[in-house]
């Protein structure tokens, strides 16, 4: 069956318990996932990469199947869902689970699309689309939340900072929360003030998701693949900085096997300086990768950025697969 996302308050989720959200409305899709699922569940969500459940079926199945007496109630999260996950669910809707809410995040899905068209028409799922919002809706959303915290603003600036968050809900979010951290004892922002608050140009979130990556933390590098909404645009930006500090990599790795010294002294020595809080995870980059194995990911990277520029509307798709690939644990 299919609810409009402007018909949320009829969502029941005690008569249904397996949902398609699709849609590029990323934001937007965060919030409901938190009203109206994760708040009934605080500690006992799990989330998924589709990738990671097609690798490992069985481990996915114990997980949705097993109970125990400190859970019984669990919600599962799978994102960047399409139609290759069709089978797996049409397992688990035969075997009528109870106490267990399954959400699918999938991106844009066309109208020809097999789970997308399950979804709709099957009257034991829920599926729900999320189109971009509006220039009018972002300024509502903004306007609302200078109003509560009784900020001062010209109407001016308000279409200004949404206008450079590119039409996205999440990307308000965050920086509506750089703003209220800022706005502690003053009652006036100005449009000097704003420009340099949401500087959009610098994401910490890419250089903490590359370094996971080359550190071979899959965990952590699926879960910031989850957290975030990259773009289109996004992606080149992380190619980049994965050739960047594969680069930086390669060069410490040809240093040790030249010279008979420790890696605290190559990392110490190396120009430009490796910042303090970096140098840990440097040093489990090294002993993920050899020498050989840093000068192949190099043309590897390469591959993957000119196929991205040729097919831009599954760029997101092809780097999050090549970045969970990269960060599987192997014999480099």
Not at 94 to 117: A, C, M, P, Q
Not at 178 to 197: A, D, H, V, W, Y
Not at 237 to 245: E, Q, S
């Amino acid at each position: 069956m299919i609810i409009k996302s402007f018909e949320l308050k009829k969502l029941n989720t005690n008569k249904k318990n397996i949902y398609l959200l699709y849609g590029e409305n990323e934001g937007f899709k965060n919030e409901v996932i938190k009203k109206y699922f994760e708040i009934n569940f605080n500690d006992k969500i799990y989330k998924y990469d589709q990738n990671e459940i097609l690798i490992n079926k069985e481990i996915f199945y114990n997980n949705v199947l097993t109970k125990s007496f400190f859970e019984n109630e669990k919600l599962i999260i799978i994102s960047r869902a399409d139609d290759k996950i069709k089978d797996i669910i049409d397992e688990i809707l035969e075997k009528k689970l109870e106490n267990i809410i399954i959400i699918l995040n999938s991106g844009l899905l066309e109208k020809k699309s097999k789970i997308r068209s399950f979804f709709e028409k099957n009257k034991d799922t829920v599926c729900i689309p999320f189109y971009a919002d509006t220039n009018e809706t972002l300024r509502s959303i903004a306007n609302n939340f200078f109003k509560k915290n009784n900020i001062s603003i010209s109407q001016q600036t308000i279409n200004m900072l949404v206008e450079r968050v590119r039409g996205d809900r999440k990307n308000l979010d965050n920086e509506l929360k750089k703003i209220e951290s800022f706005m502690q004892n003053k009652k006036k922002i100005t449009t000097e003030e704003i420009l340099k608050l949401t500087n959009l140009a610098e994401n910490y979130d890419i250089s903490e998701l590359v370094d996971n990556c080359l550190a071979k933390n899959s965990k952590k590098t699926i879960n910031i693949l989850n957290e975030n909404n990259f773009s289109i645009e996004d992606c080149i930006i992380i190619i980049r900085t994965i050739l960047m500090k594969t680069k930086r990599l390669y060069k410490i790795s040809m240093s040790l096997s030249k010279n008979n010294i420790s890696i605290d002294e190559v990392i110490n020595s190396h120009k430009p300086p490796v910042f303090w809080k970096d140098k840990e995870i440097l040093k489990q980059q090294i002993k993920n990768w050899s020498y050989n194995n840093i000068e192949t990911l190099i043309y590897k990277i390469n591959e993957i950025e000119l196929i991205i520029k040729k097919n831009s509307n599954s760029s997101i798709n092809i780097l999050s697969d090549f970045i969970i690939a990269l960060s599987a644990k192997t014999n480099n």
